[in-house]
């Protein structure tokens, strides 16, 4: 059973996140084969201030 995990700020709607799953789920069994039914998608959604890049926190900016 493949899982894609997929880490993002938060902020995104519930319709966004069903785009998205949709999407990525056919890229799979386009590209590697296997059932859309079995492909799991996990939305790990986090803070600004929980995420930094080039040593400054997003939420800074």
């Known amino acids: 059973m ?4 997929v880490e993002m700020l938060t ?3 519930d319709e966004q996140k069903r785009k998205l799953a ?3 789920s ?3 069994v386009y590209n ?3 059932e859309k039914s079995s492909v ?3 939305f790990a959604e986090v803070e600004p201030a ?3 890049v ?3 926190l997003l939420s800074d900016k």
Not at 2 to 5: D, G, S, T, Y
């Open 2 to 5: 493949p899982i894609i995990k």
């Open 26 to 28: 056919e890229t799979f």
């Open 50 to 52: 929980n995420w930094a």
């Open 40 to 42: 799991s998608v996990i």
């Open 22 to 24: 949709k999407a990525l």
């Open 11 to 13: 902020g995104r709607t």
């Open 54 to 56: 080039g040593g400054k």
């Open 32 to 34: 590697a084969g296997g």
